[in-house]
Each structure stands twice: as structure tokens, then as C-alpha cells.
Antibody, heavy 126, light 108 residues
Framework: QVQLVQSGAEVKKPGASVRVSCKAS????????VHWVRQDPGQGLQWMGI????????SYPQKFQGRVSMTRDTSTNTVYMELNSLTSDDTAIYYC???????????????????WGQGTLVTVSS | EIVLTQSPGTLSLSPGERATLSCRAS???????LAWYQQKPGQAPRLLIY???TRATGIPDRFSGSGSGTDFTLTISRLEPEDFAVYYC??????????FGQGTKLEI
């Protein structure tokens, strides 16, 4: 079955960076975009960006531009999300999610996410 | 940015009752771009409804979605114990491309 499995919880100090991995299985890795979404008590669910696994092309919303980087490794069917210059406001659960009804072949993004990874808790604390 | 406002914030009902959850958009949303998710404690969100009214694979038919423009509704016809969770609506549009509502907690 289609599955996204994420790396484990992280504890980081303010100013540090964190990298979270998301390993895909059960489908052709390059046939779907992958998104990252974070969830925190204050802001709820926020979309952090999208990566096209076939080419590595990315797009990020303004809120995270310059601070987030998404990459992929096609040999292991894994995508990565790195967030820099962490503050306590970045304490959240980070999810990867597969894009649905989009088409990387045509450059069309999907409109919803299915399935989601299990989530990775990132805690930023001094 | 399209803001999605969900109401009520918390809905207290009993098993067997009907639940009606609302999602209102600050601008018109294409019906094909509206989805609903269910999230239980300690779990990731799960897709329930996409395209405003189409159930995702494996979702029971007691879940239904409706609406258009700026007003969308998720209805659970007869609540089962496992339905008590938090529900989120989500839309695809302009920058930022994807936004979520703040959620409705459905509690016993």
C-alpha cells in the first residue's frame, strides 16, 4: 500500500537547522509531487512547500521562502525538508503528504493530500 | 490569501446523531479544490472528501460533503464512536496555494 514514513523526533536549539526525511513506498516515486505541512497549536496546519521528485524542482510560500529547502533522493525514494534558523515558533509536528490529482508530467499541482506521513515532532528549545 | 473559517469550533453530540460541520471561505473556491480531513489524537490527518463531495477510498457513506462558492458542509449522518475527532477543510487556490481551516472538534 502507499506509505510515507518519516524520520523520528528532533530537539534543536534556537538558531540551528533541522532535516526531516520522508520515505515513500507502494507507488512510483516520480509520478506524484510531495508536499510538506506543519501543525502547531497557534497557527494550525500550514503548507510549507512542494517538491517534484523527478526533477527536484520546488516551490515555497512566501512565509517560508529563504528558510526552507526541500530535496529528494530518487535512489531511495526519499524526500527531505530542511528548515534553518529555528526559533521556538518552529516547534511543531511536520508532515509530508503525497499530492493527489496532480501531474508532474504536465507541471500541474494537485488539489489535496493523500496519504500523509505519520509526522515528525520538532522541538526548539534552549 | 483565501481564509477558511470553520464552525462551530467544538461540536458536542452523541453516537447515532447527525453532525453538520461548516467551512466558509473568504473568497469563492472552486468545488474541485475543496477537501476535508479527519484527524484523531496522535495521528496524521486522513483524507475524507475531495472535490467538495467525493468520498475518498474506504470512507464510509455516512460521510458526505456539499457546497459551492464560499460555503461548504461536511455531514456525518449517524455518528459512530470512532468519528469523534477533529475535522479540517482545505482549499487549493492562489498564494499561498494551499490553506486550511482552523478545525472543528467533534466530541461526545
Amino acid at each position: 500500500q502507499v506509505q510515507l514514513v518519516q524520520s523520528g523526533a528532533e530537539v534543536k536549539k534556537p538558531g540551528a537547522s533541522v532535516r526531516v526525511s520522508c520515505k515513500a513506498s507502494g507507488y512510483t516515486f516520480t509520478s506524484h509531487y510531495v508536499h510538506w505541512v506543519r501543525q502547531d497549536p497557534g497557527q494550525g496546519l500550514q503548507w510549507m512547500g512542494i517538491i517534484k521528485p523527478s526533477s527536484g524542482a520546488t516551490s515555497y510560500p512566501q512565509k517560508f521562502q529563504g528558510r526552507v529547502s526541500m530535496t529528494r533522493d530518487t535512489s531511495t525514494n526519499t524526500v527531505y525538508m530542511e528548515l534553518n534558523s529555528l526559533t521556538s515558533d518552529d516547534t511543531a509536528i511536520y508532515y509530508c503528504a503525497r499530492d493527489e490529482n496532480g501531474s508532474p508530467a504536465t507541471g500541474t499541482w494537485g488539489h489535496w493530500f493523500d496519504p500523509w506521513g505519520q509526522g515528525t515532532l520538532v522541538t526548539v528549545s534552549s | 490569501e483565501i481564509v477558511l473559517t470553520q464552525s462551530p469550533g467544538t461540536l458536542s453530540l452523541s453516537p447515532g446523531e447527525r453532525a453538520t460541520l461548516s467551512c466558509r471561505a473568504s473568497q469563492s473556491v472552486s468545488s474541485s479544490s475543496l477537501a476535508w480531513y479527519q484527524q484523531k489524537p496522535g495521528q496524521a490527518p486522513r483524507l475524507l472528501i475531495y472535490g467538495a463531495s467525493t468520498r475518498a477510498t474506504g470512507i464510509p457513506d455516512r460521510f458526505s460533503g456539499s457546497g459551492s462558492g464560499t460555503d461548504f458542509t461536511l455531514t456525518i449522518s449517524r455518528l459512530e464512536p470512532e468519528d469523534f475527532a477533529v475535522y479540517y477543510c482545505q482549499q487549493y487556490g492562489n498564494s499561498p496555494r494551499y490553506t486550511f481551516g482552523q478545525g472543528t472538534k467533534l466530541e461526545i
